[in-house]
């Protein structure tokens, strides 16, 4: 029973990974493909360590997987903003595909 | 041990995906974004080999790779900032 929940949770954080990685071929955009690089892997990864630790029953896993997904969420969002901001500051991105640009005042270009 | 082909097989399309706009995207910022992703799969591989295999021998690989992933990304993201237009 615990085996078929762990094979469930693996495959699908999975096809998160899978979901990305198309999304990264698929999507117009930097900043949309920014959007699908970062959230569905990082929530594939939390899918993937959660069958782990179903599966290896060691305090030492535990701990080591518990490290990496706090790891990854609490660098994913910090190293997005960081190429986003600058990548809108060098003007590496298409404006016509923008409704809005908040940031216009803020960054002088 | 067929849960462990899917999961890898399913794990390799998203990396070609990523690989692919590694190769083509337009600017550099789309290459440090897509090279950030194709390391976090890389975590998941190693997870998912580990969950099937019951090893948490290669678990450190996981911290170890989220961290210099990010470092590499901000150092990048600074280069991508002061580079010359």
Not at chain 1, 59 to 72: C, E, K, M, S, W
């Amino acid at each position: 029973m615990m085996d078929v929940a762990a094979a469930v949770l693996v495959v699908a954080g999975a096809a998160l990974a899978a979901l990305s990685g198309i999304g990264q071929v698929r999507f117009a955009d930097l900043f949309t493909r920014m959007h699908i690089a970062t959230k569905p892997a990082t929530l594939g990864l939390l899918l993937v360590a959660a069958g782990a630790s179903l599966r290896i029953d060691s305090a030492g896993a535990a701990t080591l997987l518990f490290l990496t997904v706090v790891l990854q969420f609490a660098t994913g969002p910090v190293s997005a903003h960081l190429v986003g901001r600058a990548a809108h500051r060098h003007g590496d991105w298409d404006r016509r595909n923008a409704a809005v640009d908040q940031l216009a005042e803020v960054d002088e270009l | 041990m067929i849960g462990l082909a899917i999961a890898l097989s399913l794990i390799a399309v998203g990396g070609a995906g990523f690989l692919y706009r590694l190769l083509v995207g337009p600017s550099l910022a789309d290459r440090v974004v897509s090279l950030d992703g194709l390391l976090t799969l890389i975590v998941t591989a190693v997870l998912a080999w580990g969950a099937f295999t019951r090893t948490g021998t290669y678990l450190t690989l996981g911290v170890v790779v989220a961290l210099v992933a990010f470092l590499g990304t901000s150092a990048f993201a600074r280069f991508v900032e002061g580079r010359r237009r």
